[in-house]
C-alpha cells in the first residue's frame, strides 16, 4: 500500500469532495511521488514525517473552514446550547475546586482575594478544560447521530480548546505561577520548574542528562512531555466525548463512562509518581508514557464509532 492512501480514506470522512480535489489529493500525491522517488531509508522516513505533518495541518484548517458555517446555523440549536452551558458549569466548577487551596493560603497570609484568585485562573485551567470539553459534548449530543458535521465540529472545538490550553500552558502559567509565588511570599522568589517555560524545562533536562543526574533529568523531561501531552488532552477529551455519544446508551451510562474514563486519566499520572525517574532520562519514554493516555483515549473513541457505523450498517441490511 502507498503511503498516504489510508491518510486520505480517512480525511473522506471529514473533508467534502472540494477539499479532496484541491487540497487532500494533491499533496497526498506529491507525498508518494517524493517517497517513491528518493532511495535513502532516512530520507524516506523524513519524507513521511514531513508529509504527514503538512496533511494534518490541512486537515486542520479543511475542517476549520468547513466547519465556521455550520457552527453559526447551529447556534440556536438547543443541544448546541445545552452542551455550552453544561460544559461553562462544569469549568466553573473544576476550576473553582482547583484554585481553592491555594487561594486559601493565599488568604491566610492576608491578601486581598482578587488578585491572588486571576493568578491562579491560568495554572487550572488547562487542567478543568479537557473535562469541561468531554462533559459539553456528551450531554449536548446525547440521543443524536455523530453525522459528519457534527464530527467536523467537535473536533474544530478540540482544536480550539488545544491552541488555547498551548497558549496559557506556554505563556501564562510560568508568569502567573510567579507572581503567585511572589504575592504569598511578599518578596523576591527564584523560579521553580513551573515557573519558566517548557522549553527552558528541557534545555534543562538535556543538560542534566548530559552531567549524569538522570533523576533530576527523568523528573525534567517527563514535566516537559507532560505539559505537552496536556495541551492535546483537549482535543483528545472532546473526542472521546463524540465516541461516547456514538454508543447510544442511557445518561446514567454515559455519565459513567465519563466519570472512569478522567479518573483513569488523572490516576495514571499519579501513579507514574511511583515510576524510578531515571527511567524517564530516555526522552523518548517520557514521550511514550506521556501521550499514552490521549493515545488511548483517541483508540477508544475511533472504537466506539468504528461499532456504531457497523451496528448502523447491520440495522440497514
Known sequence: MSPG????????????????????????????????????WWERCWILVKGYAA???VLAICVAVETTGTLHARS??????????????????LTGLLATPPLVQSLSRGNQI?????????????????????VGVVYGLHGRIPTRTVRRTVVLIGLVGSLASFATITWLVPAANQAF???IAKSVVVHGMNEVSPSSVREQAVADRNEGRFDRAGILFFAFHARRALVGAALAFALFGLGITALRTSPAACA????????????????????????????RVAVLLAW???????????????????????ETT
Open 5 to 40: 492512501t489510508r491518510l486520505r480514506n480517512w480525511a473522506c470522512r471529514w473533508c467534502s469532495k472540494t477539499a479532496m480535489d484541491r487540497l487532500i489529493d494533491p499533496m497526498i500525491a506529491d507525498l508518494q511521488h517524493e517517497h517513491a522517488t528518493t532511495s535513502g
Open 55 to 57: 496533511f494534518l495541518t
Open 76 to 93: 440556536s440549536d438547543a443541544a448546541m446550547r445545552r452542551g455550552l452551558a453544561s460544559a461553562c458549569g462544569v469549568m466553573l466548577f
Open 114 to 134: 482578587v488578585w491572588p484568585l486571576l493568578l491562579l485562573l491560568p495554572q487550572a485551567l488547562p487542567l478543568s478544560l479537557p473535562v469541561s470539553l468531554l
Open 181 to 183: 509565588r511572589v504575592t
Open 256 to 283: 459513567a463512562i465519563c466519570l472512569v474514563g478522567s479518573a483513569v486519566y488523572v490516576g495514571y499520572f499519579f501513579e507514574l509518581r511511583n515510576v524510578s525517574p531515571s527511567l524517564f532520562s530516555n526522552e
Open 292 to 314: 499514552f493516555p490521549n493515545a488511548l483515549m483517541l483508540i477508544t473513541s475511533g472504537a466506539f464509532l468504528s461499532a456504531r457505523e457497523h451496528t448502523s450498517l447491520r
